[in-house]
Structure formats: structure tokens, C-alpha cells
């Protein structure tokens, strides 16, 4: 069965760094999101991603973030300059369109900021 | 503003034990409603949603628009289903999953 799939699976940056997390989504699908999950706390949404644009966005998704999906294949989402509140974990999400409603979610990225 | 309510952050049963995760939403319109589930070390995965109306493992959940609930019921738990059980909103297809903090579910025999 085809899954979503991330990297890395933990990355540590020191404050001030950029970093970029990685995400292959389900081949045919076409809806794309990012989730963060602050440890204790609950999912949140950042972004989702449709015909290569920025669909919907949370407060949470300001300018230090930016998402692209430079081929065919994979989904990132960049983080210009982390804060140490970056550190959290970060789900990558998609979705085949169409009215299922179903998102497929990947393992994560765990992100620690020094 | 759109928000969804697990109260418990952990619930314990014993094997056998009827089990309900409470989950309740707060929507203008008609949401969809979905249960995720997360087994220790997996990726969150879908469980259910109230539109399929089926169950899944044993599991079920009845949407209440009255008391604007969602709560997930299985019979008898089993040691299996200890994970964390995220309950979920959506507005509508493609758009984004307002979640709730989620409910740690332990079954020891």
C-alpha cells in the first residue's frame, strides 16, 4: 500500500538556520499539508497545497515558513531563520481530492531547534 | 471559531471494558467528523468518519448535532487498541483538520 513519506525523520538546527523538511505524498493524490505537533500539545494545522499554490494557511504559517513542490514528486516546507517554539514535530499530509475527505499522514520529521 | 474538545487526556480500562472517548466540536455548519488513531511508533491514521457510518476494529462513533458531540464507543476494549485518539474536524474536502489534544487510551488485562 503506498504511503506518505518524510525526512528526515529528526533534524537538529541550531537558532537562526534554515531548514528544510521533506515529504513524498501518495502518488495520485492532490491535496498537500503540513501539521506541527508541539510536544503536549495538539496537531496543528500550517498549510495546505493545491495546483501548485498555497490553498489555505493558519496564523502559525508566517513569513519565516514557505512551501513548494519542485517536481512531480516531492512536498517541502522551508523554514527561513528557526526559533527555538520551531520545535516540534511536523506532519506531512495528502490528500486524493475528489470529496474522500481522507488524509494519508507520514511519519514525521522531528525538529529541534537549539 | 471552529474547535474541537477531548476532555480526557488519558483513560484506562480493562480488558473487556466498554470503552467511549469523548469528543465534542464546535462549528457553524455541518462539519465533517473523524476519528484518528495513533499506535505507539506509527504514523496518525484514519479510523473512522462519520459519514462512512461504519465501524472499524470494533469501534463506532453516532454524531450528535444537538450536543455537537462525536464520541467513540467500543464494547469490549481489547490490549490492542491502546493508543492515542485524536478526534478531528474538517469543513469540507481539501481543506484543513482542526484537531482536538487527543485522548490516550491504555487496556491492560
Known amino acids: 500500500e503506498p504511503e506518505v513519506t518524510q525526512t528526515p525523520s529528526h533534524q537538529v538546527t541550531q537558532m537562526g538556520q534554515e531548514v528544510i523538511l521533506r515529504c513524498v505524498p501518495i502518488?495520485?493524490?492532490?491535496?498537500f499539508y503540513w501539521y506541527r505537533q508541539i510536544l503536549g500539545q495538539k496537531v496543528e494545522f500550517l498549510v495546505s497545497f493545491y495546483n501548485n499554490e498555497i490553498s489555505e494557511k493558519s496564523e502559525i504559517f508566517d513569513d519565516q515558513f514557505s512551501v513548494e513542490r519542485p517536481d512531480g514528486s516531492n512536498f517541502t516546507l522551508k523554514i527561513r531563520s528557526t526559533k527555538l517554539e520551531d520545535s516540534a514535530m511536523y506532519f506531512c499530509?495528502?490528500?486524493?481530492?475528489?470529496?474522500?475527505?481522507?488524509?494519508?499522514f507520514g511519519p514525521g520529521t522531528r525538529l529541534t531547534v537549539t | 471559531a471552529q474547535r474541537v474538545t477531548q476532555p480526557e487526556k488519558l483513560l484506562s480500562v480493562f480488558k473487556g471494558a466498554p470503552v467511549e472517548l469523548k469528543c465534542n466540536y464546535s462549528y457553524s455548519g455541518s462539519p465533517e467528523l473523524f476519528w484518528y488513531v495513533q499506535y505507539s511508533r506509527q504514523r496518525l491514521q484514519l479510523l473512522l468518519r462519520?459519514?462512512s457510518r461504519e465501524s472499524i476494529k470494533g469501534f463506532t462513533a453516532d454524531l450528535n448535532k444537538g450536543e455537537t458531540s462525536f464520541h467513540l464507543k467500543k464494547p469490549f476494549a481489547q490490549e490492542e487498541d491502546s493508543a492515542m485518539y485524536y478526534c478531528?474536524?474538517?469543513?469540507?474536502?481539501?481543506?484543513?483538520?482542526?484537531f482536538g489534544k487527543g485522548t490516550t487510551l491504555s487496556v491492560s488485562s
Open positions: 499530509a495528502s490528500e486524493t481530492g475528489g470529496g474522500t475527505y481522507e488524509q494519508y
Open positions: 502518488s495520485n493524490h492532490l491535496y
Open positions: 462519520h459519514i
Open positions: 478531528a474536524l474538517a469543513d469540507q474536502a481539501g481543506t484543513a483538520l482542526i
